[in-house]
């Protein structure tokens, strides 16, 4: 190797080590601030977003802010006209017990960063505030807080209340191992109370009239209708889960009521809430509560083609579909391209010990710098 060769390789690892430093700063400020959801205890006026604020408004930024209540928090940063659009939740599922790090500390181990949030998705929010402060380019980045958990609405009051016919491509960071994703699962979960009638379990109408044997049919009926749906190119059907059933008192008591949740995940292309429809048919007598219903990505082929087409324009690696569902499906809803591509791999999101590598983190920076030039 010449002389020259030997000076850009130590500029090129120079560069690189100067981004992670950006990152494992920005990164370590993140994970310090306790954004577990739930118990989703999340305010506008909390110095998480005191000091974002802070950051971006000194880098040239103007930032807006909306506080729905109840731990839903919007955090919007614009600067001059971009046409990108990055999107990162900054709410983290709870601590679990096990831990050998401490999560609200980033710890650094061999090419490993550790803690809450690093791989979902606050490493994707690192880079995105490490590029920030490089450059002064066109940029827009969408902060929000309710991603994990039930009953989250910032992005559907985000797209309500903005004209998005500004942005080309929305961009989710989510754990994709940095190779951009265009189609997902969509996903339902929803619960249901079956009644029936108390009495001694020698009457004639502990068959018909037990709670927990009316729930027993329709679990046998839509269990049916999720085997239907396996095939050899989608051996998990709709991915159909029981996640609980429970009722009655005693073995010589009919079940007086009896309550259960499900959820599904419908592959790209079909309906979510038609899936849901068609699975609780069975069980009319029911009462039916369906807390989130939410579509796949993409919601139409015109959408996903020119997501397809951004990434093709920009180099950007495709990835498969995958089961896990984001809210990019939301922003595809809406008409808006949408795509997932983040660093980390969803292996690691929600474990004990989450951890993402520096490779991915650096890889991720370079992405998203490239589709700002």
Known sequence: MNQTAVQTTDQSFHGEQVILAAIKKHLAFLISQDTCNPPREIQFTDPIFVELEAFFKATGFTVTMADFGDGHVAFYAVRGKPDVLFNVHLDTVPVSSGWQHDPFSLTEVDERFY?????????????????????????????????????????????????????????????????????????????AVFNGQSGHSSSVNALTGNAVHQANHWLHTALQQAQQQQTTN???????????????????????QCQLGFSIRVPAGSSSLQA??????????????????????????????????????????????????????????????????????????????????????????????????
């Open 115 to 191: 803690g809450r949030g690093v791989c979902d998705i606050k490493g994707a929010a690192a880079c995105l505030m490490a590029l920030a402060e490089s450059n002064s380019q066109n940029m827009a980045v969408l902060f929000t807080t309710d991603e994990e958990g039930a009953n989250n609405c910032c992005i559907q009051h985000f797209i309500d209340g903005h004209d998005l016919s500004v942005y080309k491509q929305v961009i989710v960071a989510e754990p994709t191992q940095c190779l951009a994703i265009t189609e997902h699962r969509g996903y339902v979960s929803a619960h």
């Open 234 to 256: 989608n051996p998990a059907g709709i991915c159909f889960n029981l996640g609980y059933i429970k009722g009655g008192e005693k073995n010589n008591m009919i079940a007086e």
């Open 276 to 373: 849901y429809q068609s699975l609780i048919q069975s069980g009319q007598a029911a009462q039916w509560h369906c807390s989130m219903l939410a579509p796949a990505l993409p919601e139409s082929p015109d959408v996903s083609q020119k997501a397809i087409e951004f990434c093709e324009s920009n180099g950007i690696e495709q990835g498969p579909a995958v089961d896990f569902w984001t809210e990019a499906a939301l922003f595809s809803q809406a008409g808006i391209p949408a795509l997932v591509l983040g660093p980390g791999d969803i292996a690691q999101a929600h474990t004990v010990d989450e951890w993402v590598t520096k490779e991915q983190l650096l890889k991720c920076y370079q992405i998203y710098a490239e589709v700002l030039s």
